[in-house]
């Protein structure tokens, strides 16, 4: 059995099932979903659609992202933010027109029902982007951190290498869990197209709704798994690109 942490998703549901291909997704495999389904490609609502198919069959954990945050408040009130808006809210609208009342509101269980973070029995932590206690999740005052942080990414791409995590100068966020798991912030960024590992923390995001692939990974073995990259499954499409 494996357990899969998938990345940002931004509604190219073409991405992930090519994924799903690649990775030769199996009735036994667990997945943690690190957030981000909607904003982006031009198939967000048939995202959620096979998310919710896809844990009627499979044990799925799906941690909510900011963007998530945008898209469930629109469709619980109407209210259109601005910020989601012209970053890929035009395009998630878009993608719900024909969708009935009744599905709608399915899908807006969904958005509820998201976490803001996971932690498994091993001590692995997963969440969207990062928090800010010294203390660790649980002490987070600000839970918006969960959706919108970037700090502890950055703070693991400045740390020294050779620091031991028994040092006082190893970061106190990261001491808490045996490895971190997130999205939220591309690793093409950077210059990688695979995910980046630092400290102790995984950042799986790398790049699905500009140029990069879709992105998995085995949290046991490491194993990575790619889709092609979404700008050549939707040719017609810019994703984020036009907002880049």
Same mark, same amino acid.
């Given at each position: 059995?494996?357990?899969?942490?998938?990345?940002?998703?931004?509604?190219?549901?073409?991405?992930?099932?090519?994924?799903?291909?690649?990775?030769?997704?199996?009735?036994?495999?667990?997945?943690?979903?690190?957030?981000?389904?909607?904003?982006?490609?031009?198939?967000?609502?048939?995202?959620?659609?096979?998310?919710?198919?896809?844990?009627?069959?499979?044990t799925c954990i799906f941690i909510k992202g900011n963007h998530d945050?945008?898209?469930?408040?629109?469709?619980?009130?109407?209210t259109v933010n601005e910020v989601w808006y012209n970053h890929g809210?035009?395009?998630?609208? #878009?993608?719900?027109?024909? /969708? =009935?009342?009744? %599905?709608?509101?399915?899908?807006?269980? @969904?958005?509820?029902?998201?976490?803001?973070?996971?932690?498994?029995?091993?001590?692995?932590?997963?969440?969207?982007?990062?928090?800010?206690?010294?203390?660790?999740?649980?002490?987070?005052?600000?839970?918006?951190?969960?959706?919108?942080?970037?700090?502890?990414?950055?703070?693991?791409?400045?740390?020294?290498?050779?620091?031991?995590?028994?040092?006082?100068?190893?970061?106190?966020?990261?001491?808490?869990?045996?490895?971190?798991?997130?999205?939220?912030?591309?690793?093409?960024?950077?210059?990688?197209d695979q995910p980046m590992h630092r400290g102790n923390v995984w950042?799986?995001?790398?790049?699905? #709704?500009?140029?990069?692939? /879709? =992105?998995?990974? %085995?949290?046991?073995?490491?194993?990575? @798994?790619?889709?092609?990259?979404?700008?050549?499954?939707?040719?017609?499409?810019?994703?984020?690109?036009?907002?880049?």
């Amino acid at each position: 059995m494996r357990t899969l942490a998938v990345g940002d998703i931004h509604g190219g549901l073409r991405g992930l099932k090519d994924l799903e291909q690649r990775a030769q997704f199996g009735a036994e495999d667990r997945f943690i979903f690190l957030g981000d389904y909607v904003d982006g490609w031009s198939e967000a609502a048939q995202v959620i659609e096979y998310l919710i198919e896809l844990s009627s069959t499979n044990t799925c954990i799906f941690i909510k992202g900011n963007h998530d945050v945008w898209c469930e408040k629109w469709l619980a009130t109407g209210t259109v933010n601005e910020v989601w808006y012209n970053h890929g809210g035009k395009e998630t609208m #878009a993608s719900y027109e024909g /969708l =009935s009342l009744e %599905d709608k509101q399915r899908h807006l269980y @969904f958005f509820e029902a998201m976490k803001l973070y996971h932690i498994d029995t091993d001590n692995r932590l997963f969440l969207h982007a990062g928090f800010t206690s010294m203390k660790g999740v649980e002490d987070e005052l600000h839970t918006e951190n969960f959706y919108f942080d970037r700090t502890l990414w950055e703070m693991a791409l400045t740390l020294n290498p050779s620091i031991n995590k028994n040092s006082l100068f190893y970061p106190n966020r990261l001491k808490h869990y045996k490895e971190i798991y997130i999205g939220h912030t591309p690793t093409i960024n950077f210059g990688e197209d695979q995910p980046m590992h630092r400290g102790n923390v995984w950042n799986v995001d790398t790049g699905a #709704a500009f140029t990069g692939p /879709l =992105s998995a990974i %085995d949290i046991d073995t490491k194993t990575v @798994f790619q889709s092609e990259l979404l700008k050549t499954l939707y040719p017609n499409e810019m994703g984020r690109n036009k907002k880049k």
